[in-house]
């Protein structure tokens, strides 16, 4: 039998069920003002007839008054996908049915059996039973959908902060995020799988404001159980940067698109208002213009068109009580407590320090740099902001005046490290170049990064000479040594035809 003849069985059986509860509820009901109101206020005693005529109406009129009433519903395309109503026509034609049904009914017995072995008001009582209960049966998907459409819109979208989950928190941002929250005062909840191992967030793994859930954020039970009870989330997950991502397409799209739209669904399900997502000015792939947050978007990357998707996942999902808030990081550099080495900043600092040469590639490239803690402190700001002000808004983080080409970023390392061989090479697999504006969120959020390209240089230079890096050259440092050498795009793989096209429609006309 299929899914449609089912249904059909379904509700013939649930009007069955609720002509008869009407009528035996009636029958019910009269009998019991009968006995309490009548007989007593007449001074008479329940007869043995009376309770007969009671029993006997309901066997007498329960067959007849069913099929009666399931033609007419049927009559009046109740069971038939092809006329079907919705909101109050359904209710009209429902009420419209039941009445209907019900004079025909009395009309029979009235004038054509010429007896109706039940008393009048029961019938009567029975009609508005039973329209309250088909009405009840049929409506109450769009009842439910109301009291939820009215919980959310009491949502206080303004609400003090309290609990913040961080999806990704033992990571590069999160790893610098996790100690400005904490001394914020706000309880941390971490969601994360620890790839890396808990040494990013070593320091606070007994911090009595931490929680931390080792656990993958594409599997949806996790994220209920993450997303309980939080004011706000925090997405820093997912596979970063070109080459980690050119690794494995399916991987990419699964953890960078489909996780996202799961923990965006989830959160904005649970009522949660604040919603901060990690995208990048990658998005901007190449140009030789000034780009705001109104440019037109050119990626040249499977991880670019990775955080379109997602952005426009998000911004779709945008309401009153919902405000999706995407931060778009420049090229990011520094020290954190999960530091990169595949990021050109840190790595040729690495590299003019421990072997005394600088490589640049495409030296007249254009970047936008930003320091990890100045990433951190914009997304603390965007978490204390009012609601208005940030709700499905996007914002290009960094600074103007941090927009380099990688030639003079190169520059700023051999002025630190001048006994390093500075070396340009005008051949480039990487097609990115981009300068970008940041007016916006200086002006919005009022931030403005404390750290400069070149104290970021040093503070790298000066770990090194510490030795509290080991070797800048293992898998730990970078992302896409971790996922070559750790097998770990080898994670199960799953296929969705929304991504694929998100992803398509955002390459470059």
Not at 115 to 130: D, E, K, Q, V, Y
Not at 481 to 491: S, V
Request: hydrophobic residues 45%; glycine residues 6%; charged residues 20%.
């Amino acid at each position: 039998m299929s899914r449609i003849r089912v249904e059909r069985v379904v509700r013939v059986v649930a009007d069955l069920l609720i002509v008869n509860v009407s009528l035996a509820l009636a029958l019910v009901s009269r009998f019991l003002w009968l006995v309490y109101i009548e007989l007593p206020r007449l001074g008479l005693t329940l007869s043995r007839e009376t309770v007969y005529l009671y029993v006997d109406g309901f066997w007498t009129s329960c067959l007849p008054l069913s099929i009666i009433v399931l033609t007419v519903y049927a009559v009046s395309g109740f069971y038939n996908r092809t006329l079907f109503y919705r909101g109050r026509y359904k209710a009209i034609a429902v009420v419209q049915g039941t009445l209907l049904a019900y004079l025909i009914f009395g009309f029979g017995v009235y004038f054509l059996l010429k007896t109706l072995n039940m008393p009048r008001g029961a019938l009567a009582l029975a009609c508005l039973i039973n329209i309250a209960l088909a009405l009840a049966a049929r409506l109450w998907a769009s009842i439910w959908k109301f009291v939820i459409r009215r919980e959310r819109q009491s949502i206080d979208v303004n609400r003090t902060i309290n609990d913040v989950l961080v999806i990704g928190g033992a990571g590069y941002i999160g790893s610098a995020l996790l100690p400005k929250l904490l001394e914020a005062g706000y309880n941390v909840r971490i969601l994360d799988m620890l790839l890396f191992g808990p040494e990013p967030i070593a320091e606070f793994v007994n911090h009595p404001r931490l929680e931390i859930l080792e656990a993958d954020f594409r599997q949806i039970d996790t994220v209920v159980r993450a997303v309980r009870d939080v004011d706000a989330v925090i997405h820093l997950g997912g596979l970063v940067g070109d080459p980690a991502c050119a690794l494995d397409e399916e991987l990419t799209i699964d953890i960078n698109l489909t996780a996202t739209r799961l923990i965006a669904e989830v959160a904005k399900g649970a009522g949660v208002a604040r919603f901060i997502f990690a995208s990048s000015c990658s998005v901007y792939g190449a140009s030789d213009e000034f780009l705001d947050e109104r440019s037109l978007l050119n990626p040249v990357s499977l991880y670019a068109r990775s955080k379109i998707g997602s952005e426009k996942v998000l911004l779709s999902m945008a309401n009153t009580v919902f405000g999706p808030t995407i931060l778009r990081f420049g090229t990011v550099y520094g020290m954190s407590g999960r530091t990169r080495f595949d990021l050109v900043v840190n790595l040729l600092a690495a590299k003019a320090v421990l072997e005394g040469e600088i490589t640049v590639f495409g030296p007249d490239q254009w970047r936008p740099f930003l320091h990890v803690d100045d990433a951190a402190e914009s997304i603390l700001l965007a978490l204390q902001a009012p609601f208005e002000s940030v709700a499905g808004e996007v914002f290009n983080v960094g600074s103007d005046a941090q927009n380099y080409t990688l030639g003079d970023m190169a520059r700023v390392i051999h002025e630190l490290v001048p006994e390093a061989k500075l070396i340009e090479s005008e051949g480039s697999e990487d097609r990115r170049n981009y300068r970008v504006r940041f007016g916006r969120i200086a002006r919005q959020l009022g931030f403005e990064p404390k750290w400069t390209l070149r104290a970021g240089v040093e503070q790298v230079i000066d770990a090194i000479h510490a030795r509290s890096i080991s070797d800048y050259r293992e898998a730990r440092y970078s992302n896409v040594k971790f996922l070559n050498e750790q097998a770990a795009t080898a994670t199960m793989r799953r296929e969705r035809d929304w991504e694929r096209q998100l992803i398509e429609r955002s390459n470059p006309e």
